[in-house]
């Protein structure tokens, strides 16, 4: 090759190399409540943050602030909105004055298992009135849903096989519908994010806890309550990751692809393995000395019965409120009885 040859081809290289443009780097901050090896972190956001990475070649990575680094559960919506944290895990119970439609997959005897809830709450809140009510006005879109299986009451002193049992009980909530549905039975509903509640269950400002059991282990609950309900559906809990429309719009096309899809393979595998692990989670608190019973017969119709009119109470009140409850109830039934919820 000539030395002139040689330099043109040189030239025509560094030339590439300033007017090909390089795949943007971006480093986005995920912050939540959870302990880092809580089984929802394992199962939801870690996968997702992985997958998008893969998915952009490497192009997009996190920087993770578990155990409320940031700030507290009740605080990640604002830490979204504001850019403290680029996606946020924004659970709507934790802020039920600014997201009070969610709450229609919490209420008490909506859907059997995770999937089925998460389904139906993926649906609403991307293209339905929950995404209306909820996530428009609050500017935050959802990425990550998943609707845990329902709740039980476990107590530490008392075991629940009357209805007397349940009087004055105070349990641990979220607050919001969780508060309806503990009211209507006769507890008294103390709202709490749950990383207080074991330091609460030991001094004995609760007497129990309205939870999933995956969560009694991850709080170390199990080594505080003796008694557990059982078969029961309490309500549920939607463990939710959003990010800012603002922070949203700043991605390439590309990237908001490889989100958005590697979060509809997550929401799947999640839900389907909290669902497989629910048997395992009660084996492991037999094992650490919980025992469960299932309320007596006539126990069982009465606390149904009242459990029932929890949906129809909860969408009046958000009626009162212009809040549209009534058709957001009607909405999501409809996405459940659809799906054969």
Known sequence: MTMTLKAACLAATALCALTTPSLAQTKL??????P???????LIIQPWMAEVTKRTNGAVTFEYFPSQQLGKAADMLKLTQTGVAEIGYVAPAYVSDKMVASEVAMLPGGFKTSCEGTRAYLQTARNGLVGQLDYAPNKIKLLLAVALPPYQILTAKTAIASEQDLKGQKLRTTGGAQDLTLRSIGATPVRMAAPETY???SRGTLDGVLFPLDSVIS?????????????????SFIVAYSISDQAWAKLTPETQKAMAEAADEVNRSACAAVDQQEAETKQKLKDAGVAFAPLPAAMKASVASKLGEVGAEWAKGLDGRGKKGSEVLKEFQGILKAAGG
């Open 199 to 201: 330091e609460s269950l």
């Open 36 to 42: 880092g090896g809580h089984y929802l972190v394992k």
């Open 29 to 34: 901050r995920v912050a939540d409540s959870f």
């Open 219 to 235: 709080y170390n609950v199990e080594k505080l309550v003796k008694y557990s309900t059982e078969g029961e559906n309490f309500g």
